[in-house]
């Protein structure tokens, strides 16, 4: 009798594309899912709509206290990880809907979604490009190896606003409230110094 392959875990990979937090850990998450072998449903998020709908507050509107603090402890994990990391990226706070619609078009095509999240993150955090931008989101997917023209005109498609406007909503029902959160058969894991927990639940 063959052997039964255990079957790979399932991700629900919530987050917003342009959370330096989720930058931080987006390659260690990429290589946790490589190693293995899990399967990823990515879903991009309007992140405001999340604060105002579970108590969060955007960065803007935050205390002085709390943003130097949180400048500071993205400044120190961005040391201790060996990441690059831009703290004030000449285009942020940025329209995370046109990167977030990328990124759903990317999925619903059979395209690598995860792999080209961690390329748009990278652009806003470590290369100081605006993911606003239509044009720059095209030669991001090109370098990517895809159809960057035909991707951005199917991230433009009303029912691709819907879907994520859809995943929003998804969200809070789902109880995430900031980005990353990682969700395995409805345990939730926020923020990327969860990851060693998540690594955990499924095995690697």
């Known amino acids: 009798m063959a052997e039964r392959r255990p079957v790979p875990a399932a991700i629900q990979y919530w987050f ?3 959370s330096p ?3 931080l850990g987006s390659a ?3 290589e946790l899912v490589r190693r293995v072998g ?3 449903d990515v879903l991009p998020v309007d992140l ?3 604060f105002a709908a579970t108590g969060g507050t955007p960065f803007p509107q935050r205390s002085e206290a709390r943003r130097t603090y949180r400048q500071l402890e993205l400044a120190r994990w961005s040391r201790r990880l060996g990441v690059p990391l831009t703290l004030e990226p000449r285009h942020y706070p940025v329209d995370r809907g046109p990167s977030s619609r990328l990124l759903i078009a990317a999925r619903n095509e059979g395209l690598d979604a995860l792999a080209l999240s961690h390329v748009v993150l990278r ?3 470590a290369e100081d490009q605006d993911i606003a931008d239509w ?3 095209e030669r991001l997917a090109a370098c990517c190896g895809h159809d960057g023209g035909a991707l951005v005109r199917a991230a433009a498609q009303p029912e691709v606003e819907r879907e994520y406007l859809d995943n929003t909503r998804r969200a809070v029902e789902a109880q995430v409230f900031g980005s990353p959160t990682f969700i395995v058969d409805g345990e939730r894991f926020w923020g990327q110094d969860r990851l060693d927990f ?3 639940r499924i095995g690697g």
């Open 16 to 18: 917003s594309t342009a």
């Open 198 to 200: 998540l690594a955990e």
């Open 38 to 40: 899990a399967r990823v």
């Open 123 to 125: 652009a806003i955090w």
């Open 135 to 137: 044009s720059t989101l």
């Open 28 to 30: 260690r998450f990429g």
């Open 48 to 50: 405001g709509a999340v």
């Open 21 to 23: 937090w989720t930058w």
